[in-house]
């Protein structure tokens, strides 16, 4: 399935970008894939928990010379990348709602924040990580670069994750601008799972009687290819209103292995967000956060939209929701 012959081209998405930079090299990562999205302005950002323990007197003192650090910290990573940015400073003990907080202030179309530090990590993913926290609940879009950026490098290839609900729609927006950026190429990339669902309940028991039965398989095949057919429908009426070269498909298996796996075979992945409630923000799902997590290439989860936009087919009941 290919397009790019529609009208609707999409406008100036990217205004105000913030990157969150710490002095690792994952805070450089950032700042650099805030550079390949070529917005407007750049914020660079910078949130430090102040430590109350020092003496009243001496606090403010103290206050100001790691505010000074961080400051400087931030104008030598502009100057390393020769990038033309603004430096914010925040004193926060949370990161995360440092830049979510400035974001709304600013006004933001999007954070970038780096890696997370543990991404296979079970054990310390309950612990908390900033990137995480950093996309979770944000107000605006949430790029997460890879620990080795690329510089001013242009993204070639750019793929979605699309099923044709709000949040994919929304997803395919940015998707679509930042093809138009870079004059890349755009896959839409629908998943669907041809396994039977897993049968709920208890063992059974005299009282509660048997378990159910499993779908029989010849109908849960019909059942499939149907929703594979919604799901080149849904596919094809996207196209056909986009206007970039852009192709799509189908495949078969679980989503969040399947769009990691696609992550190593582009330059950018864009996803959108698990669709509770009406609020605009990134509400992360089971496969938006295996994405985070671990892609091969920069993820940008897409916030639910205010509104939800008018589909031009119907949206895919199997496809991966992220």
Do not use: K
């Not at 890879?146 to 609900?165: K, L, M, N, Q, T």
């Not at 005299?206 to 499993?214: K, N, S």
């Not at 495949?251 to 009406?278: H, K, M, P, Q």
């Amino acid at each position: 399935m290919r397009g790019g012959a529609g009208g609707h081209s999409v406008g100036d998405v990217l205004g105000t970008v913030i990157a969150g930079v710490d002095g690792r090299e994952g805070g450089v990562a950032a700042a650099r894939l805030a550079q390949r999205l070529h917005p407007e302005r750049i914020v660079l950002a910078c949130a430090f928990p102040i430590d109350a323990r020092p003496v009243h007197l001496a606090r403010s003192a103290y206050s100001e010379r790691l505010a000074d650090d961080a400051e400087a910290m931030l104008r030598g990573v502009a100057e390393r990348l020769g990038l033309e940015a603004e430096t914010h400073v925040v004193l926060d003990r949370s990161a995360a709602r440092a830049l979510h907080e400035l974001a709304e202030r600013e006004r933001a179309d999007a954070i970038v924040v780096g890696p997370c530090r543990h991404p296979h990590a079970a054990a310390l993913v309950a612990l908390g990580d900033v990137t995480t926290a950093a996309v979770a609940d944000a107000p605006c879009a949430v790029f997460v670069a890879r620990p080795a950026g690329d510089g001013e490098c242009p993204f070639r290839r750019i793929a979605v994750a699309y099923d044709g609900h709000a949040e994919s729609r929304a997803a395919l927006a940015l998707a679509a601008h930042l093809t138009e950026r870079s004059d890349a190429a755009l896959l839409l990339r629908t998943v669907i799972d041809p396994l039977p669902p897993l049968t709920v309940g208890v063992p059974a028991m005299p009282e509660l009687g048997a378990w159910p039965p499993l779908p029989d398989p010849d109908v849960w095949d019909a059942i499939v290819d149907g929703r594979r057919r919604d799901a080149a429908a849904a596919i094809d009426a996207a196209l056909a209103e986009l206007a970039v070269p852009a192709s799509g498909d189908v495949v078969y298996g679980d989503a969040g292995d399947e769009l990691v796996r696609l992550s190593e075979e582009v330059d950018l992945i864009v996803c959108g967000s698990r669709g509770w409630g009406t609020a605009r923000r990134v509400l992360l799902g089971s496969t938006s956060d295996r994405l985070v997590r671990g892609a091969g290439c920069p993820v940008a989860v897409v916030p639910r939209p205010a509104t939800v936009p008018p589909a031009t087919a119907a949206p895919v009941a199997s496809a991966a929701e992220a």
